[in-house]
């Protein structure tokens, strides 16, 4: 993991520097990572594509091996190699995401390590030169710091290393009071310390959104609010709106059936499906909750990537649906189907 960080660290610094926007940097790593990982994606959206496609053939093996699961499970093996269906590949994209995603969330927080390049055993020179400062400028420390100065630095995450908590907000002030660069721990240093601005339109994207001040917003209390604060909200909004239409138009809608007598086996395999289709939209629902949540608990920048992340995917669904229908033809479909009811009928006049 720690390989990830470091790389993902230096590809959001580099766009950084190009295009010198905080901002646009996250927008253009979000899509230089999903550029990466299309041929992922790709392979995804055909697999899963050809398995809605081959749905009405694998209804048919079940239920003419609806006594005998092991042949089941065989028969719907070789349909999937025939048809070079993988039931993994759905997984695989995600469990590739996820890393980058936990690992952006340490480059975001910790910033001074992974964009600036300051090596953990030289943070020391950081945080002396913070400490001094804000001893001096007690005024100019935000709320949230002045009960842990002067800041502590250990390895790990844990309570000792106040400063590996707070980093996202002291790379902050380095940029804002370019003077605690001056301090003489760093002046003897022979490495140059680059600054980031976390500014993007207005928003701050090193803050987390208050979502204190956005439940109390619906309560009346509006004391306090600033713009920042509801500028930052746009974030997680956008973040589960976002989650959600992808969501929405990933998920194929079930077609009503009417006046079509099913037999008890049809109807059971229909409620099956019908338990499926509300899991799916149960989890339609509650993720983008989630993902809302999550923006309003991490940073700007973290929320920022999600829903550029969203909005690419979207694009992507709709490109695809459009240009790629399965690479299966329906009358393909039709005579394998043909093909299995005869093989049940045959079986059946046997016994």
């Given amino acids: 993991m720690t390989y990830i960080m470091i ?4 590809i959001l ?3 950084y520097q190009l295009i010198g926007n905080y901002g646009f940097a996250i927008i253009l790593f979000t899509v230089f990572i999903k550029l990466c990982l299309f041929p992922l ?3 995804q959206k055909k697999s899963m594509a050809k398995t809605q496609k081959i749905q009405p ?4 093996i079940q239920k003419k091996y609806a006594n005998d699961k092991e042949k089941q499970n065989q028969e719907t093996v070789k349909l999937y190699q025939k048809y070079g269906i993988s039931p993994m590949s759905g997984c695989l994209p995600m469990l590739i995401q996820l890393p980058i995603i936990f690992a952006l969330y340490w480059v975001v927080r910790k910033p001074i390590v992974y964009m600036m390049g300051v090596n953990a055993s030289e943070v020391w020179r950081i945080a002396e030169a913070f400490n001094t400062w804000a001893a001096a400028n007690a005024d100019a420390v935000p709320a949230a710091l002045k009960q842990y100065i002067p ?3 250990q390895k790990g995450m844990g309570a000792s290393n106040t400063f590996g908590s707070y980093e996202i907000q002291i790379a902050q002030l380095l940029f804002k009071h370019p003077e605690i660069l001056e301090h003489s721990a760093i002046a003897a240093w022979d490495k140059v310390l680059n600054p980031i601005n976390f500014g993007f339109f207005g928003m701050d994207l090193a803050s987390v959104p208050d979502l204190k001040a956005f439940g109390g917003m619906f309560i009346g209390r ?3 609010i600033t713009r920042g604060d509801v500028l930052l909200w746009i974030i997680p909004v956008l973040a589960g709106f976002s989650s959600w239409l992808s969501s929405k138009i990933a998920t194929p809608a079930q077609k009503k059936e009417k006046g079509i007598i099913l037999s008890e086996e049809e109807k059971a395999q229909k409620q099956q499906a019908s338990a499926t289709n509300d899991t799916m939209k149960t989890m339609t629902t509650i993720m983008p909750l989630f993902s809302a949540w999550f923006a309003f608990t991490l940073p700007a920048a973290v ?3 999600w829903i550029i992340s969203n909005v690419i995917q979207i694009l992507q669904h709709v490109f695809f649906t459009k240009y790629f229908s399965g690479g299966i033809s329906q009358e393909e ?3 394998e189907i043909e093909n299995v009811k005869k093989s049940r009928k045959n079986r059946k006049k046997r016994k």
């Fill in 57 to 60: 053939l694998l209804m048919e």
């Fill in 222 to 224: 509006f004391s306090g």
């Fill in 7 to 10: 790389a993902l660290g230096w």
């Fill in 41 to 43: 994606d790709l392979k």
């Fill in 151 to 153: 800041l502590t630095y």
């Fill in 13 to 15: 610094q580099l766009f």
């Fill in 303 to 305: 929320g920022l990537y």
């Fill in 333 to 335: 479909i039709e005579g």
